[in-house]
Every structure is written in structure tokens, then in C-alpha cells.
């Protein structure tokens, strides 16, 4: 079947930090992939998203890249400010319109 | 543009009580979906309408859960009786038909707690 797991949380990160979040799928065929960003008190925004292997997608600073070879879809940000702060979600979407969502990893970022 | 709108914010029942839950997709948006957060786990698909039709309700998880889009505009999804499992964060989501049916808005979700 299809699903999505991703790294545990919380990740509590100094501001100018490097983060990766990373997140590994499991789908028949040629899924997309995305990232969602939830900020307090908001609902889902999409953050970036990649149709195809090899596929970079990049947003605000983050880059998530579409590794076929080792199903991943890890998530990236060279530098994290405090507004980053937020929980992040990794999904994929097969044929038909649902999303697959991982648990979420909670991100703080400090002053 | 207005976003995704849910109402209420957060819901407060008592087992066996009788909650509706509504989504006010974006205007223009044919397709709407329901998703639920049980804490600390995934958001899982429940249902996506079409228009006023019901295209995929695979995941919805009992008969206790009633989900409507009358006039294809916006949902309701009714939980009753509400058992203490049902508690967890509902979200909607709309997109358009068309190319650009790849990415769904979101709302902000309903917190609902069954006591």
C-alpha cells in the first residue's frame, strides 16, 4: 500500500541551524511528493512539491529533492529562523486525488 | 481569495452526543476532501467529494460518520453518536478541477474532544 514516515519529533534547533527533516515512502508506481507546513493556530499550507524522480522542489529557503533509488524525500533549510518554527508534513499522492500524510515533525527554533 | 474556512475552531461533547462539523471550501473548488488527526498520528484521508457527489469515502471509519455537500458547495460531516475515539483534529481540503488538481488548500481545522 501506500504510506509515508518520517523523522520523529519534536527537533528543537538553535536559529541559523541546519535542519533536515527527513521522510522515506512507500508507493507503487510514480508518486508526487510534497511537503506541508502547518504554523500555530493555521491549517496546512503546502510548502513545496516534486512530481518526478530527481525533481527538486524549493520554497522559502527549504529544498526537498525526489530520490526514486531510496524512496526519500527528505526536507532541507540551510539556515532556520524563528518563524520557521512549525509542524512539517510529508505526503504523497498516487492516482486518485487522496493524500498520504506522515506523522508530522514539530519544529522549534531558538533565539 | 478566501481560504479554506472550518467551523467550529474546537468542539467539546460528551460521548454519545452528537456533533456537525462544516467546511467552507475555496469558491470555485469542485473537489473537497475531509482528513482527521488523531493526536501524534498521521492525517488520514476520509472522503473526497466532487461537486455535491461522493467520489472516494474508503476511509471513512463507521457508519457513525455522515459526510454531505449539498448544492456542491459547502460540506458538513456529522459524527453520531460520538465515540471518545473520534477525538483528533478534522481538516477540509479543496481544489480545483483541472490541471491544478494536484495541490489541495487546506483549512485550519476542527479540534474535537469527546469526553
Request: glycine share 10%; net charge neutral; aromatic share 12%.
Amino acid at each position: 500500500g501506500n504510506s509515508v514516515t518520517q523523522m520523529e519529533g519534536p527537533v528543537t534547533l538553535s536559529e541559523e541551524a541546519f535542519l533536515t527533516i527527513n521522510c522515506t515512502y512507500t508507493a507503487t508506481g510514480y508518486p508526487s511528493l510534497f511537503w506541508y507546513v502547518q504554523y500555530p493556530g493555521e491549517g496546512l499550507q503546502l510548502l513545496l512539491k516534486a512530481t518526478k524522480a530527481d525533481d527538486k522542489g524549493s520554497n522559502k529557503g527549504f529544498e526537498a529533492t525526489y530520490r526514486k533509488e531510496t524512496t526519500s524525500f527528505h526536507l532541507e533549510k540551510g539556515s532556520v529562523q524563528v518563524s520557521d518554527s512549525a509542524v512539517y508534513f510529508c505526503a504523497l499522492r498516487r492516482t486518485g486525488n487522496q493524500f498520504y500524510f506522515g506523522t508530522g515533525t514539530s519544529l522549534t527554533v531558538i533565539p | 481569495e478566501a481560504g479554506v474556512t472550518q467551523f467550529p475552531s474546537h468542539s467539546v461533547i460528551e460521548k454519545g452526543q452528537t456533533v456537525t462539523l462544516r467546511c467552507d471550501p475555496i469558491s470555485g473548488h469542485d473537489n473537497l476532501y475531509w482528513y482527521r488527526r488523531v493526536m501524534g498520528k498521521e492525517i488520514k484521508f476520509l472522503l473526497h467529494f466532487v461537486k455535491e457527489s461522493k467520489q472516494d469515502e474508503s476511509g471513512m471509519p463507521n457508519n457513525r460518520f455522515l459526510a454531505e455537500r449539498t448544492g456542491g458547495t459547502y460540506s458538513t460531516l456529522k459524527v453520531q453518536p460520538a465515540e471518545l475515539e473520534d477525538s483528533g483534529v478534522y481538516f477540509c481540503a479543496s481544489s480545483p478541477s483541472g490541471g491544478q488538481k494536484d495541490t489541495q488548500y487546506f483549512g485550519p481545522g476542527t479540534r474535537l474532544t469527546v469526553l
